[in-house]
């Protein structure tokens, strides 16, 4: 009977329809999947809460079909793959979601994700003559790119510590790493890098400043979606703001476990993975504000972040936060209502 069937003429037309059928029922499946696109994910502290996230489960729990978290090595990246790939989350840094804007994108920020910039410091030579920020003058300090997050903060350093930029020379380093390197051949003084390339490296490099003791709390990146998706796709937006938040505190509750997790997805050693979270989890009480939010948006450290970038020249013009904002995807005891 089975072999009748399907050698008789109407053979091809049944494979066909099976065919069809099949790619439909796959083609379905996949569509209801999607990515988010979370800048430098896998590489740098602020992504990680969407690895327990993934880890754990988190998505599947609240509703939500992500099938994978597209990284990106910076927050222009990360818009144009947000735009490009029809996108409905990404995590930027603000200062990127304000150009994207200023440049005719329409995006909202919709969540606040990462607070600080808690993950910097600032690094000499264990033999160096510079032990603190107040000896920058006259020294040769990198950042890794003009009009980047490392050269903004160069000048907040400088400002916390009364020394005018004039008075350092401020050099392009091209990354982080190479930043190491230009520091080890004796090409630079002082040069900053952030976690985990710091607590990688124990006893290689001496401490002349960190963020959480020297600089304000400064927003690092932010919830972002596209103004079509915000119409259209509200309840996969909540979705994974509830997944993400749900990762965090799993984050202050089980710390060990969540470095695990981390380790694994960002290929690190785990005992690096759980002196970096828990560093991060511990910055809070330094400046009194946590470096993963929840998701509560917060003005005074975004327009913080904002007057940095101006001081670089990346964000050009004031900002009106209540025309970027839209809270109405965060549960009621994360909004704030001060979008002005």
């Not at 600032?122 to 980047?148: E, H, I, Y």
């Not at 993400?244 to 799993?250: H, I, L, P, S, T």
Request: hydrophobic residues 45%; proline residues 6%.
């Amino acid at each position: 009977m089975w072999y009748s069937q399907w050698s008789s003429p109407r053979a091809p037309r049944l494979v066909a329809a099976l065919v069809l059928g099949c790619a439909a029922l796959f083609g379905s499946a996949a569509a209801l999947a999607e990515q988010i696109v979370v800048s430098n994910y896998g590489t740098s502290p602020n992504g990680m809460p969407f690895a327990v996230a993934m880890e754990k489960g988190y998505f599947k729990e609240f509703g939500v079909s992500v099938d994978g978290i597209l990284s990106s090595d910076g927050g222009g990246s990360t818009i144009r793959n947000l735009l490009g790939g029809k996108l409905a989350f990404g995590e930027a840094a603000p200062s990127a979601v304000v150009t994207a804007v200023q440049g005719g994108a329409d995006l909202k920020v919709i969540s606040g994700d990462v607070h600080t910039v808690a993950e910097f410091v600032w690094v000499a030579l264990p033999n160096s003559p510079v032990t603190s920020m107040k000896d920058l003058k006259g020294k040769r300090v990198g950042f890794t790119n003009p009009g980047s997050t490392s050269e903004a903060l160069d000048y907040l350093l400088l400002e916390a510590a009364g020394i005018a930029p004039a008075d350092v020379k401020l050099s392009r380093t091209g990354g982080f790493g190479a930043g190491l390197t230009q520091l080890e051949l004796g090409g630079m003084d002082v040069v900053p890098i952030t976690e985990p390339m710091w607590s990688a490296n124990p006893g290689k490099y001496k401490i002349v400043a960190s963020a959480p003791e020297v600089l304000p709390a400064l927003s690092n990146v932010v919830g972002v979606t596209t103004g079509e998706a915000a119409k259209t796709r509200g309840d996969f937006i909540r979705g994974v703001l509830k997944v993400r938040r749900k990762a965090v505190e799993f984050m202050n509750s089980n710390p060990t476990e969540a470095s695990a997790i981390i380790a694994r997805v960002y290929n690190l050693d785990p005992v690096v993975t759980e002196k970096v979270v828990r560093a991060l989890l511990a910055s809070e009480k330094k400046g009194g504000v946590p470096y993963w939010g929840p998701g509560d948006l917060r003005i005074d450290t975004m327009n913080n972040m904002i007057r940095a970038q101006k001081l670089v020249g990346a964000v050009k013009g004031d900002v009106d936060w209540s025309k970027l904002i839209d809270e109405s995807f965060l549960p009621d005891d994360l909004k704030s209502k001060k979008t002005k």
